[in-house]
């Protein structure tokens, strides 16, 4: 249905990344006038596609589908006809620190030892006390702890816990960490990049890029958004804007935002999720697994691979560093990181491996248009603090993004579905101001 003659709106979308894209689209078919402003050069926010190898797209932000029964990017994709690659965790293989493959005692240990933390965890959480997660197993990675256990309980907090949720389990919330939902099946990457959805939301929209937003005044009756190349007027505007860059105060609100939303902004955590892809002349490692595990001396570091010879035939290894470790990577240079990356692969496969020929890397915490990865449920945050982000000020001032999604925060899916619901509250609402 489409809005009526009466009802047509100017709205202007701040960001066009999966939550902005989603709703202008969805507005601009409803009839409304819609102006999308991007501070980048390109559309796509905390998705980007490199194709820097011309034979192999790369995602530097989102890459895969997580849960392919009922999520919405799967019809998109669908839509679209867009090839899918698929990874299975099923299809891994795991090394000790010293390079050695684990045993199948070792899985063992490791799978009891994972089986206990997350029991420890429910037990936490039953007891309705809120700690960080660091805290909630100090027994295993304390002072106390046997080396070889603190060190496989380190990795499993890694791998299971922080690479997963992009925060540091200094920082995690035991009792909330996990309060999101997900959708069942396996994953699914794009052959051609996730780029391929934001061209196809992007389609017949009025998108303006490089325009950095700088100020949004609602205190009047017509909203005014001034950005560093000009000033913009509306009748609602929707704020798509990163938690790390409302975190950073990048953008001036007047009047300021009410204090509900500014202790929500405040206490929610924005976590990071670095890569490295490294390209090689040819495999070293097995071809028949998606997943490479290692079980560093340095708590996170280096402590996940994924393989894209399964799935995309080509050479290249993805090693991903989240949280603590994730920031003091951005501080190296792209050399120091190939060659700490490097040191890793080496202790796994041995000295004579060969030198990558390409590599790419991100740095999302230090991107001034991202300040983080994605959010995640801090301590001394509650689900409900994204709840009050996402409110509607005055049904004029909207807002939307993975931060403000209390199921599917710090996902794809969660972000386009925020930006579906701030379009129907947009076409439904009527001005408080």
């Not at 035991?174 to 061209?199: C, M, N, P, R």
């Not at 938690?243 to 950073?248: E, I, N, R, S």
């Not at 976590?271 to 697994?289: H, I, S, T």
């Amino acid at each position: 249905m489409r809005a009526a003659a009466g009802r047509k709106k100017r709205i202007l979308i701040i960001g066009a990344g999966f939550s902005g894209l989603a709703a202008a689209r969805q507005l601009h078919g409803l009839g409304h006038e819609v102006q999308v402003l991007e501070g980048r050069q390109r559309s796509g926010g905390r998705i980007h596609t490199s194709r820097e190898w011309a034979d192999l797209p790369l995602d530097h932000g989102a890459t895969w589908i997580h849960g392919v029964r009922g999520n919405p990017i799967m019809r998109e994709a669908a839509a679209l006809k867009a090839r899918l690659l698929e990874t299975r965790y099923e299809d891994y293989v795991a090394y000790q620190t010293s390079g050695r493959r684990f045993t199948l005692a070792e899985e063992q240990a490791r799978e009891s030892l994972g089986d206990q933390i997350a029991k420890k965890i429910r037990k936490e959480q039953s007891a309705g006390r809120d700690v960080a997660l660091r805290d909630a197993v100090e027994e295993w990675i304390g002072p106390g702890a046997p080396a070889d256990t603190a060190g496989l309980a380190r990795f499993i907090l890694s791998s299971d816990y922080e690479q997963e949720y992009a925060g540091s389990i200094n920082e995690l919330s035991t009792y909330w960490f996990d309060s999101d939902k997900s959708f069942g099946g396996g994953d699914k990457l794009f052959a051609e990049g996730y780029q391929v959805v934001i061209d196809y939301l992007a389609q017949g929209l009025d998108l303006k890029t490089g325009h950095t937003v700088r100020a949004i005044d609602w205190s009047g009756p017509v909203l005014r958004v001034t950005t560093d190349a000009a000033e913009f007027t509306a009748d609602q505007v929707l704020v798509t804007l990163p938690l790390g860059v409302l975190k950073a105060g990048d953008v001036a609100f007047h009047p300021a935002l009410p204090d509900g939303k500014k202790q929500a902004i405040e206490r929610l955590g924005m976590g990071v999720l670095n890569k490295c892809y490294l390209r090689f002349p040819r495999a070293f490692w097995p071809e028949d697994v998606d997943w490479i595990e290692f079980v560093p001396e340095v708590h996170g570091k280096w402590s996940q691979w994924v393989s894209f010879m399964k799935a995309a035939r080509q050479p290249v290894l993805l090693g991903f560093n989240a949280a603590d470790e994730g920031r003091a990577m951005e501080l190296l240079t792209d050399g120091q990181i190939v060659a700490s990356a490097m040191e890793t692969l080496r202790t796994i496969y041995g000295s004579k491996i060969p030198e990558p020929t390409g590599h790419q890397i991100t740095r999302w915490a230090n991107d001034p248009f991202a300040r983080g990865s994605y959010s995640f449920n801090a301590l001394g945050s509650t689900p409900a603090m994204r709840k009050v982000l996402a409110k509607p000020l005055q049904n004029r001032l909207f807002f939307a993004g993975e931060a403000t999604s209390t199921a599917h925060f710090g996902t794809t899916h969660g972000a386009y579905l925020s930006g579906i619901r701030a379009a129907r509250e947009m076409d439904s609402a009527r001005s408080t101001g």
